[in-house]
């Protein structure tokens, strides 16, 4: 069975048309969004898109696999590339995600580095800034968080940021609030190179809805377990079932590396569990406009950060 993607009401798309404006070129082109762990690259991919497309959480790390959100303004379509955070790796899961992000980096036709203002300039934004100097690649610069930061000090931190020579324009946005988002995503279209839409103008991001919906249990995960538990876990979907009446039952595993952090997934008498799915079912149905059922299982497996097809699911390398 072809499985459905994730679509419908794209609301940039609507004012576009056959070939756009006034019959206006069509433009298309990859921008990858680098950035340090938590800098809002998910939440700026989401608020171009216009849909929840990958997923946001307070925590470093929440973003594992490349996801592309599509993104329309006039006649021309952004396919943006969210990358994991780029820092310094220690797990064979990290190398596989700083891998993946600059891959996405390399394809682009355009790349913007995210900065979150409230928290400067850091080291893993400073390896960025070195590597893309390195390569001889420019970069637009977005310092995002705005919201949370006073005028005199963002504006020393573009100044700071633009010294390094390797940004051809800045603009300063909440990814949040979406201040700033509609010029960066008007400036980003005019940009791209003409060429044909290389995806239908009404879907919102490449991920099969089957890794979207493990995505979903994943962003969860992050969003209500603290410590180590989220970068001990895992999310597998198992089985996605159609039934007559337009809903969906979908079965996932949560796996997680001990018994002892299988037991706070589940929470006393299975409360954290339930609220994690009652969440995820949520979003889900939101997402796909219809009812889901969702039973979600909690699994040991200890040797999961080491398993190829854990990987593979993710679309990440595992020898990296
Ligand atoms: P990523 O790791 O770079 O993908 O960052 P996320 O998009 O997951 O965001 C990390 C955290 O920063 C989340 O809690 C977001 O809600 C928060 N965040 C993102 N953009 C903004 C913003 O413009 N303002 C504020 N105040 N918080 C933001
Ligand atoms: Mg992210």
New binding site residues.
Partial sequence: MVEPMPSAGNPAAESAGEGGPAGEAKRCGFVAIL??????????V?ALVGAKV?????K????RTRVLGIAMAGAAQLILV?TP?IFAPRRRLDRAMIASAWQGAKDADLLCL?V?A?RGLDDDTRRIVSALKQAGRKAILVL?????VKKPSLLALADELNREAVFTDSFM?????GDGVGDLRAYLAARLQPGPWLFPEDQLSDLPMRLLAAELVREQVFIQLRQEIPYASAVDLESWEEFDDGSAKVSASIYVERESQRGIVLGKGGARIKAIGSAARHELAELLGRPVHLMLHVKVAPDWQERPELYRALRLDFDV
């Fill in positions: 950035g340090a762990p938590n800098a809002g690259k998910s939440t700026l989401n990958s997923i946001v959480s307070p470093v790390q929440t973003t969210d955070g995210i979150d409230a995002n968080k705005i919201d949370r946005i909440s990814a949040l609030s």
